[in-house]
């Protein structure tokens, strides 16, 4: 075969396209000003609390972890990683 011809074959849609869903967190009346920080970070305490009272596998604390990555920047998702393993977080997440 040519190289034209392989080419054709590589750039070919061998694999089927897969359709993403992209999802941003929904209004919330209680953060309803243009600056999120707010609601990004009470989305996290929301997820942590959630899992520590319900468990990972309950569905409805999904929600609160896609509203926080959808919302906070992912240095901010990090650092908050970091001081809770460090014991510094600031809040408890206790429910």
């Known amino acids: ?23 941003t967190a929904g209004f919330d009346a209680r953060f309803p000003n243009t600056n999120q920080s707010k609601h990004c ?19 409805p604390c999904k929600q609160f972890y896609r509203a926080f990555h959808s919302l906070c920047p992912n240095d901010w998702i990090s650092r908050f990683d970091e001081q809770r393993e460090n014991g510094t977080f600031p809040n408890t997440l206790e429910p």
């Open 41 to 59: 970070y009470q989305n996290y305490l929301d997820y942590y609390k959630c899992i520590n009272a319900k468990g990972e596998d309950f569905a």
């Open 1 to 23: 075969m040519s190289d034209a011809a392989d080419l054709k074959t590589a750039n070919s849609y061998a694999f089927p396209l897969r359709k993403y869903v992209l999802q």
